[in-house]
């Protein structure tokens, strides 16, 4: 079974500038996270989707993160504009429906705000 | 809002010996609690979870934990720690929902051979 996929890995930006990172979950997931690790702290939650609608995205910047899920498949979360804080590792998860199923996450993409 | 707090952010342990690292959440009912451990390089994967039922919960790779109502807590143990364990390890809460998974700060264990 192939996991969840997140592209690109690493993105080095200056601050100001726009990013988009991509997700495509495991086949059949309901249900779709993004979050934001920090370094040395633990992940935090960004949004969740439930195929193509949003759950939650009380802790989503609104003012410079946008998140979508067209389709309720794969997603794209944006970031614009960036901000030197915003540097981060950006992980992508799913779950067949609930968060309190096993969530299984992507690789990270890798964030360098300069 | 539910919270976690992980209150050790290091450990280090010789190979072999016992490992307990501690969890406490913040939960006005019972909580969905979980395990996570992420490895150099590699993305988060779960240890154990409980949701209800027996209070000690057998996991992955010989980790165990108990849910102590009492105490809020969730403490992680396995009873001889191998190099291989050496990560980060992550607890976290889910609302009765099964929404909104919070994390804890990690503890990052570290192995002396």
């Known amino acids: 079974e192939a996991g969840v996929a997140q592209s690109p890995r690493y993105k080095i930006i200056e601050k100001r500038q726009s990013v988009a990172f991509w997700c495509n979950p495991i086949s059949g997931h309901a249900t779709l996270y993004w979050y934001q690790q920090i370094l040395g702290q633990g992940p935090k939650l960004l949004i969740q989707?439930?195929?193509?609608?949003?759950?939650?995205d009380s802790q989503l910047p609104k003012d410079r993160f946008s998140a979508e899920r067209l389709k309720g498949v794969d997603s794209t979360l944006k970031i614009q504009p960036a901000k030197l804080e915003d540097s981060a590792v950006y992980l992508c998860?799913?779950?067949?429906?609930?968060?309190?199923?096993?969530?299984?996450f992507g690789p990270g993409t890798r964030l360098t705000v300069l | 809002a539910q919270s976690v707090t992980q209150p050790d952010i290091h450990i280090t342990v010789s190979e072999g010996a016992s490992l307990e690292l501690r969890c406490n959440y913040s939960y006005g009912a019972t909580p969905y609690l979980f395990w996570y451990v992420q490895s150099p390089g590699q993305g988060l994967q779960l240890l154990l979870k409980y949701f209800s039922g027996d209070t000690l919960v057998q996991g992955i790779k010989g980790f165990e934990a108990e849910f102590k109502r009492s105490q809020s807590s969730f403490n992680l143990r396995k009873p001889s720690v191998h190099w291989s364990d050496a990560a980060e390890y992550f607890c976290?809460?889910?609302?009765?929902?099964?929404?909104?998974?919070?994390f804890g700060g990690g503890t990052r264990l570290m192995v002396k051979p």
């Open positions: 998860a799913s779950t067949v429906k609930w968060a309190s199923d096993e969530q299984f």
């Open positions: 976290a809460v889910a609302n009765n929902a099964g929404n909104m998974l919070t």
């Open positions: 989707f439930q195929n193509n609608g949003v759950v939650d």
